[in-house]
């Protein structure tokens, strides 16, 4: 537990100094707190209320609502990439890849099959709010080649299941989530059933790696002594996970990255330099 206040007008600021204690520094951004100041304000009529924050990264973070002892209310964020086994109708791995919204979560989740000869899928979706125990209707299903990742025709994907299967539009979702899991069941619209629990990421835990200290002309000689093209080397002043910036700042959705963020980049830049960039053309999009 780190720190705790009142809730009243100096809800913000205790917010603030609790997340400065947990990142020993100004937080680059305060919505992980203000996200949740509905909640705030629900309880703030009630007397002797107050709230605690746990977490060390802006995708691991939990509120309490307290009130002589007692725990009114828990949110636990969501945001982030899960990793895992589910199981049901059929078995395989699950990855789902989830954004924070201002008053609500949505990203992707990828079904891949132990069986093979089975399509492989990806959905998309959106809560209703960010609360720890939900319920929603995915948009519809995509099929993917097991083989190549890319999405199936329905000329294929008859080829592949035979003219008397048919493949699920879509799917009902339940599920919770708390400090340590992210628990989900579901069943589509032809009744094909699944479940998991998936624990949540390590990723913004410091590393358990042991690192070398060493100044430049120390590293040189190191990387000398080497089989060369065997080996990948990062320098950095903290004791980071190995993850890109993007996933770090507590995104995981690559789609609305790409469909949002980067056509966003596009337009600003367009307007401050003078070249204009083609995004369809693979190599001006890899440059922007």
Known sequence: MVGG????????????R??????????????????YEQKVREYKS???VAFSVFGVSANVLELQFMSSGRV????????????????????????VNIDERQEHYEGTAVLIED?????????????????????FRTEPILALDPRTGNGLSLDELKQRLGKDEVFSKYTDVAGT???????????????????????????????????????????????????GCRYLFRGQNEPWRLRTSFHRSGRADLSSFLS?????????????????FNLNNPDENGAL
């Not at 949002?260 to 204009?276: G, M």
């Open 5 to 16: 206040g009142r809730t009243g007008k100096s809800t913000k600021a205790s917010g603030r």
């Open 18 to 35: 609790i997340l400065e204690k947990i990142y020993r520094r100004k937080p680059v951004r305060f919505e992980v707190l203000r996200s």
């Open 46 to 48: 009630r007397k002797n």
């Open 72 to 95: 009114l209310h828990t949110m636990s964020k969501m945001n982030g990439q899960w990793l895992g086994n589910f199981s049901g109708s059929t078995t395989g791995s699950v990855v």
């Open 115 to 135: 069986d093979q000869t089975l399509p492989h899928s990806v959905v998309s979706f959106r809560t209703a709010n960010k609360e720890p125990k939900f319920q």
């Open 177 to 227: 989530v708390d400090r340590e899991s992210l628990t989900l069941t579901w069943s589509t619209n032809t009744g094909v059933e699944g479940k998991c629990v998936l624990p949540r990421s390590k990723a913004g835990q410091p590393s358990e790696l042991v690192p070398l200290e060493k100044n430049w002309a120390e590293f040189m000689e190191y990387v000398s002594n080497l089989k």
């Open 260 to 276: 949002e963020d980067v056509p966003a980049l596009y337009k600003h830049l367009s307007a401050r330099t003078k070249h204009v």
